[in-house]
């Protein structure tokens, strides 16, 4: 199977790409500069680049806890990175109302994954015809994704990819069981690993939550040795101040070694 994103055309076989940016818009400049610096990394090591940045992060621990720049002011600062960056973008919805617009900008929709098992928003997504990037609910067994897919097929749409970002248990804490993603690749999509959001300690600190951040490489590294079809993370030239998740971000000058590693396991895991 293969999906489209902007134009190009991915089969599931195909080495992995990335999917990076910071958790949320802080401003244009920011996203800007992290497009630019990733996006000329990928080049360099041919790997295909989507910037991914949340216009509004609905889902927070404080209600004092920063959201971002809100629908349209998200989408003219994504709608700018991919014209002069000229990459494609993805963004979370977290209405049923806000898929079609959000389609006229976004190259991928995202569903988060406390949303992933609402009906009308998934369907909504899947009608814009464009990719729709589904993270796997945290309370989700991985068999239990075949349902979504089915939902956004059911649009006619086959542009269709699914995301692990672990398993929660409780007490502020995920678990990455590797063998979902062999259970999610039996499905018709493509599968990826959110290695960032992986090591998050939700709601560890209260009113925002922690992280792990040197299990981000390692889970990497084992991910593309099980296979997948893309690399999710969240990225920032100066993590301690990023306005979100910066417990759980990579710094950017961390990626091109990171990469690097996780491109000559999968080709060794490939027997290539």
Known sequence: MQINIAGKKIKKGDSFFLVAGPCVIENEKLCLDIAKRVNALCSKLGIFYVFKSSFDKANRSSVT???????????DILNNVKEKVSVPVLSDIHESWQ??????????????????????????????GKAINVKKGQFMAPGDIGNIVEKIQSTGNRNVMITDRGTSFGYHNLVVDFRGLEIMKREPALVGFDATHSVQLPGGKGKSSGGEK????????????????????????????????????????????VLKRAKRIEHEARGN
């Open 65 to 75: 806890s920063f959201r971002g720049p809100g629908f349209e002011k998200g989408l």
């Open 214 to 257: 040197e299990f981000i490489e390692p889970l990497i590294m084992a991910a593309s040795a099980v296979g997948i079809n893309f690399l999710y993370a969240e990225v920032h030239p100066n993590p301690r101040k990023a306005l979100c998740d910066a417990p759980n971000t990579m710094s950017i000058d961390e990626l091109e070694n």
């Open 99 to 128: 898929a079609e617009q959000a389609a006229h900008v976004l190259d991928i929709l995202q569903v988060p994954a406390f949303l992933c098992r609402q009906t009308d928003i998934i369907i909504e997504a899947g009608k814009t």
